[in-house]
């Protein structure tokens, strides 16, 4: 993807590091990352945990573009209790279709979450005022709306998770608990139609395609010479130990300079089959390289699946024979250090000859879009939302993720085919730059700027 010869200036820095505590009991809790320049009516953005998260990545190039374009922009981080983290964490695995519904029984299991968002609606109050639009992002923020339309705001909800599977239970059973909070908003945006709560008008659902932010860590351009410097300073292909504190690196042997190398980037999770993933090594060309890399585990507590994947992994490795075991490479990124760990991806990808995404259920999916984007070719799972992502024969190829022999039939013909994986990468690479940046994703929020702030308002700015 090319890039504008130079980008607009980043937001004043990562959240829990701009302005510091509000309030006493729930001060640590909210955190402005950027405030809306006064008076105009604005827009405001709120998200909810760390600063190496998803949305926080695409928040910090979202709010560069909307403010380089003259809108007056802010973005504020809220966080909790863990009880209130807890009944979070319910909500967007029920809308993800991983959480059974039978948990809402429980009439405490909202309580947290609504109580720590109602407290936090009134520290946001100080910065935001009547006739802003603000727009809460995914589960965690959902409980402001009623506040903040209170408080004279225009409230949109960006849903960015879900599931396409039909008749999903959890996202079902979220829309009913989620009623009181949805019945205030003005509007919802989803990232795919099929995450739009249907308990909401059609008029007010808006689909804006996911996109990438193409000068963050995990995107920018690299120049050969730095690609080769993360890379080896991580100790993948310089086989040197401890040298990088943003990644862990577990293997049996650096990768070779001249070795070609399929990655898969995937969170340490049961849809993923992982371990399943490394029965496709033995029928891989002999020199072939397979580099699984994710965030590691230990970063969050909580996380038992990813520690239990993760494990599984390592058992799977143990049982490859011993010259599979040395083309087999496990990297681990910390979240403590997002922006190297986002370098780092960056230069897995433009190594990597071939990006894999295999997963039996997958959404929208940006580590392919971001491996579209440095022109490498994919081979993705044919399921959800990686249809919509990669167009069969045109951009990628689609496999069955069931079928080891047919992921590894459509990872060789990449590998031995090097004019189709060029003409692929390159028309894929086309597509994520008209339809996946965040400077289009900036172009379709202007629809709901407050008319202060454009020629021609959209429609939510003219009501």
């Not at 087999?328 to 433009?350: E, I, K, M, Y």
């Not at 995404?357 to 959404?363: M, P």
């Not at 700027?449 to 021609?456: D, F, G, K, S, V």
């Amino acid at each position: 993807m090319t890039a504008a010869a130079d980008p607009p200036a980043d937001p004043p820095g990562p959240p829990a590091a701009r302005d510091g505590a509000v309030g006493e009991w729930d001060g640590r809790w909210l955190t402005w990352v950027r405030r809306r320049p006064a008076p105009s009516p604005g827009l405001v953005h709120v998200s909810s945990g760390a600063a190496g998260g998803a949305v926080a990545g695409l928040l910090r190039g979202l709010t560069r573009e909307q403010a380089a374009d003259g809108t007056p922009v802010g973005w504020a981080v809220v966080t909790g209790t863990d009880a209130f983290a807890s009944a979070a964490r319910l909500l967007r695995d029920l809308l993800r279709d991983r959480a059974d519904p039978a948990a809402l029984a429980d009439p405490d299991a909202l309580r947290a979450y609504r109580s720590v968002l109602a407290a936090l609606a009134l520290r946001l109050a100080d910065g935001v005022g009547v006739g802003d639009v603000v727009v809460l992002h995914d589960p965690p923020t959902l409980g402001l709306a009623p506040h903040l339309a209170g408080l004279g705001a225009r409230v949109v909800w960006h849903c960015h998770v879900g599931t396409t599977a039909a008749g999903a239970r959890g996202p079902a059973a979220a829309w009913r608990a989620l009623e009181p909070e949805l019945s205030t908003v003005d509007a919802v945006v989803s990232a795919l139609p099929e995450f739009a709560p249907p308990t909401v008008s059609r008029e007010r659902r808006h689909v804006f395609p996911p996109a990438i932010d193409p000068w963050s860590p995990r995107n920018r351009e690299l120049h050969p010479d730095e690609v080769e410097e993360l890379l080896g300073a991580s100790g993948l292909t310089s086989g040197l130990v401890d040298r990088d504190p943003a990644v862990a690196v577990e293997q049996r042997g650096p990768v070779p300079s001249r070795a070609q190398v399929v990655l898969q980037v995937s969170r340490w999770r049961r849809r993923e089959d992982l371990p399943g993933l490394l029965l496709c090594v033995p029928l891989l060309p002999p020199g072939v390289h397979l580099v699984l890399a994710g965030g590691h585990p230990a970063d969050d507590p909580a996380d038992r699946e990813g520690r239990a994947v993760l494990d599984a992994v390592r058992a799977s490795l143990d049982g490859l024979s011993i010259v599979d075991r040395l083309r087999t490479h496990l990297v681990l990124t910390s979240a403590r250090h997002p922006d190297r760990a986002g370098l780092l991806l960056n230069a897995l990808q433009r190594r990597s000859d071939v990006v894999l995404q295999r997963s039996l259920e997958e959404t929208f999916d940006l580590t392919v879009t971001e491996a579209m984007a440095k022109r490498r070719a994919v081979v993705a799972a044919d399921v959800g939302g990686l249809r919509q992502q990669v167009i069969p024969g045109r951009t990628g190829l689609l496999v069955d993720p069931a079928d080891r022999h047919a992921v590894v039939a459509g990872l060789r013909t990449l590998l031995e085919d090097t004019r189709l994986r060029r003409d692929l990468a390159a028309r894929a690479a086309e597509i994520v730059a008209s339809r996946h940046t965040v400077a289009r994703l900036a172009a379709d929020y202007r629809r709901f700027a407050p008319a202060e702030c454009l020629a021609t308002p959209g429609p939510l700015a003219a009501r």
